[in-house]
């Protein structure tokens, strides 16, 4: 059986490990070179390139692999763009993703995955359920990292995500909509709308800040 394994955090590490102890082929592909240098003589193979980059995964011949997982977790935005490469334009026969909450696992299945495992929660991590602010769902991911809806702050209404430059202004990202208690991929290029029900994936303090600029309208 052919595994690839894109994404070497802990998680993903000690999987493809595990995965070629077991007698499996296995492709392990990371962007970071020390990581795939620690790696290399562990598995069949060990790529180091951009993961998001479509052509160089197809030179690798990832459309043929038995199954590909998505190991990585707090990137979370690019976990689901990964994920739906892999199924909607690589065509990969078996695509498992790994999740960090709910709302991501509902968007992993959104864009395709055939599977989705979380292993934190196996480990006994537990979601939250609020903070003191008037955040309408907090997820906590990690210690310091979660994920959250708010309402759509005024001054977003009317600007595309691309404009508002939330990583650079906020340190958060903007990942989907909440359209009728559904989860809807965003582009750059999405004008926010009144009362949209944005997610956003950041460091609790700074999901925080963004939770008390809008209470503050």
């Known amino acids: 059986m052919k595994c690839t394994v894109i994404g070497l955090g802990r998680f993903g590490y000690q999987l493809a490990v595990s995965l070629a102890d077991q007698g499996m082929e296995v492709m392990a592909i990371d962007s970071n070179e020390a990581i795939i240098a620690s790696i290399r003589d562990k598995v069949t193979q060990a790529v180091c390139l951009r993961v998001t980059d479509e052509e160089s995964l197809l030179t690798l ?17 690019q976990s689901i763009l990964i ?3 892999l199924k909607k334009h690589l065509n990969v026969k078996n695509v498992i993703a790994r999740a960090v909450s709910r709302i991501h696992e509902n968007i992993l299945m959104l864009v395709g995955a055939d599977r989705v495992v979380f292993p934190e929660r196996d480990l006994g991590i537990k979601l939250a359920n609020n903070l003191s602010f008037s955040l309408i769902e907090f997820f906590q991911v990690t210690e310091k990292f979660a994920i959250t809806e708010i309402r759509a702050p005024k001054n977003f209404v009317g600007k595309t995500i691309s404009e508002l430059q939330l990583k650079k202004s906020r340190q958060v990202s903007c990942i989907g909509v909440n359209k009728d208690d559904e989860i809807n991929l965003i582009s750059p290029d999405y004008v926010v709308q009144e009362n949209d029900l944005l997610l956003f994936a950041g460091k609790n303090e700074k999901l925080a800040d963004l939770a008390k600029e809008k209470e503050s309208e």
Request: proline share 0%; no cysteine.
């Open 61 to 77: 011949g990832i459309e043929d692999m038995d199954t590909v997982i998505v190991a990585m977790g707090e990137d979370f935005a």
């Open 83 to 85: 994920t739906a490469l």
